[in-house]
């Protein structure tokens, strides 16, 4: 079974720094990878999507990276704000339509 | 709606009641994913559907968990005979067509067992 792992799972930084967030997984063979924010009592937001095939993908101030034959991904978030405070999840595919989700990297910014 | 919706938002049931809870995909979206989030931890795969089929159930916790989406749109997950272990937030998802495609992600359900 696929497992995610997600470190570190807090994290706390003062505005404006640019942080990185780590996933890895055990099971090379994903058909994708996708990165989302929760906030508390809401369901998942999607950030970026990334497939097998690719190596990185940008949207604005994020940047996601894999490298799927270490079984690796990171979430880089450039000039943070106290809006990117949030709970942050790896969830990996398999060829199945199986998620499997780490559990998560909780995001604090401080203003 | 523009996104996916779930009610009820929150349900309190005595231990022992039956629950349904139901998902309302985006228009249009072949697949639908069930998912249990328990408090802390990242949300667990319950079921996916393909249209009205149910192609995956595997991660069903027991025979006591249901879902149908007899439509190919709505779907309920039911829960008989519920459990305090069942406590957790019941998420549902869609996606379009494609299995490259982001799967989209309702508020969830918040259940609670007394």
Redesign the interface.
Known sequence: KQEVTQIPAALSVPEGENLVLNCSFTDSAIYNLQWFRQDPGKGLTSLLLIQSSQREQTSGRLNASLDKSSGRSTLYIAASQPGDSATYLCAVMNTGNQFYFGTGTSLTVIP | GAG?S?SPRYKVAKRGQDVALRCDPISGHV?L?W?QQAL??????LT?FQNEAQ??K??LPSDRFFAERPEGSVSTLKIQRTQQEDSAVY?C?SRGGE??????????T?LSIL
């Open positions: 996916v779930q697949s994913f998912y802390g931890q990242g949300p667990e795969f996916y192609l995956d595997s991660g998420l998802a299995s490259n495609q982001p799967q989209h992600f309702g508020d969830g918040r």
